[in-house]
């Protein structure tokens, strides 16, 4: 089909050509008249637009189809993309299932046997400390930023330079 379209475009660039060599009076239509023996001079320019007309009607035919079969192998390698996207998937989830299964790791965490209860760190006194107490983090909370009063903004003008209106 490319073939074909490119053929096209080849014979369409050789009629326009030929077609302003004529319009401009480059080639003498009087001696082609005489070579295809035709009648006058109109004889000769209606083939030449029948050619064209045949010509461009070919042209856009063979476009179409060629749009056509682009349009429909571009949705088969979409479908069959979609296809591999979820073949991928399944199989990223089967061997993620492998992996977990082969691991031994629960799907769910568990507490942890060594701490049973205790999962958040107390908020009362510290009474007494152990060797877990000091390594847990401790968080403070970030100091506020001093507020100002506007009327004392140091970024703004004085009020008595401010111009009147």
Do not use: C
Not at 39 to 68: C, K, P, T
Not at 101 to 107: D, Q
Not at 132 to 149: C, S
């Amino acid at each position: 089909m490319e073939a074909l379209k490119k053929i096209l475009n080849i014979l369409v660039m050789v009629y326009l050509l030929v077609a302003f060599l004529f319009l401009l009076r480059i080639l003498s239509v009087s001696k082609f008249v005489a070579l295809f023996d035709l009648a006058d001079d109109a004889e000769f320019f209606n083939r030449l637009l029948w050619a064209g007309a045949i010509l461009l009607l070919a042209e856009l035919l063979v476009e179409n189809v060629y749009i056509a079969t682009l349009k429909r192998s571009l949705e088969r390698e979409s479908r069959q993309h979609a296809e591999l996207r979820t073949k991928h998937t399944q199989l990223k989830a089967k061997h993620y299932d492998q992996q977990m299964k082969a691991s031994g790791n629960p799907l769910v965490p568990q507490p942890d046997p060594a701490r049973p209860g205790e999962t958040t760190p107390p908020v009362g006194p510290r009474l007494h400390t152990s060797d877990d107490d000091e390594q847990t983090l401790i968080i403070t909370p970030a100091p506020m930023p001093p507020t100002l009063n506007p009327d004392e903004n140091p970024n703004l003008p004085p009020a008595d330079h401010r111009p009147l209106l």
